[in-house]
């Protein structure tokens, strides 16, 4: 995509109704209308070339609607999990936006653009100071790729941070002309605490995406205009297994890891565009 489509992309979502046009595509993914959720599904397998010989059920009939589908799971052996202890795991299929250090309290979100720390994880200087000087991976899900976000790590579930925001796409173009894109958008901070110690997952919303959801909470996102925090410490824990799922897009987006200095480092063969598969090793905890 030429630099002038880019910028015309980016300026037409600037003045798009975001969240009325994807709570209106929320509504039709939602849809059990045989023919209408039937003719969606088949339509987006031809137009994104999507491969469903590694879901559990591959015809149209099969999903009870269009987010049925979006949200497929895959076959048991479909995704191998790196058995290495100390080995990273791909969150998700999909493809690496950017990865680095957070260098002076900011992070990498296109060449030649950075976004602050602080407001990524919606102000909180508690979480921020944590990853100063630490690791960020961001991981692009495309339309055609598995939308379920696994864990990179064993992991047990301190907070979870609601921060409401825009709805940009997250695609290269708009990463490339939208600055700050994802301490803009919709999003929701989970951290978690591992053996090694803490680490963060963030799932961002974009344009048409109609909901983020939990294994633990259901959907958390549209909830509200408000900043929505919520401490698990003094509730019963959420332990979740490397490889074990942790949340979903309905509809495309970004997932977002932060680990704190000295304490991760990913392979050097990761780069701007690699692709990810979920479950391959994409680094190690130190």
Not at 2 to 11: D, G, I, Q, V
Not at 57 to 83: H, V
Request: hydrophobic share 40%; glycine share 8%.
């Amino acid at each position: 995509m030429s630099k002038l489509t880019e910028s015309l992309f980016a300026a037409l979502q600037q003045v798009l109704p975001q969240h009325t046009l994807s709570r209106i595509v929320g509504k039709l993914a939602e849809s059990r209308q045989t023919w209408l959720k039937n003719t969606l599904i088949r339509a987006f397998i031809d137009v994104y070339n999507v491969d469903m010989t590694q879901a559990v059920r591959q015809r149209a009939e099969d999903f009870a609607n269009f987010n049925d589908f979006f949200t497929r799971e895959l076959k048991p052996d479909a995704r191998p999990i790196c058995s290495e202890p100390s080995a990273l795991a791909s969150p998700a299929d999909g493809a690496v936006s950017e990865l680095g250090d957070v260098e002076l309290g900011s992070v990498m979100q296109a060449k030649g653009q950075y976004y602050s720390l602080m407001s990524l994880v919606g102000g909180d200087a508690d979480i921020c100071g944590r990853y100063l000087g630490g690791k960020f991976a961001t991981i692009y899900l495309s339309p055609r790729d598995y939308h379920r976000v696994h864990m990179p790590c064993d992991g047990r579930l301190v907070s979870t941070t609601y921060v409401p925001g825009e709805l940009f796409s997250v695609n290269q173009a708009t990463a490339n002309q939208v600055p700050g894109l994802f301490a803009r958008n919709e999003r929701l901070i989970c951290e978690f605490e591992s053996d090694q110690g803490p680490f963060v997952m963030i799932l961002v919303g974009a344009m048409i995406v109609a909901g983020i959801e939990t294994v633990w909470g259901g959907q958390v996102a549209p909830v509200t205009a408000r900043l929505q925090h919520q401490n698990f410490t003094d509730q019963a824990p959420v332990m979740l297994k490397k490889g074990e799922e942790m949340g979903r897009f309905k509809l495309g987006s970004t997932v977002i890891l932060l680990f704190p200095k000295d304490a991760a480092e990913w392979h050097e063969s990761l780069a701007n565009g690699t692709p990810t598969v979920m479950g391959g090793d994409i680094g190690r905890l130190l």
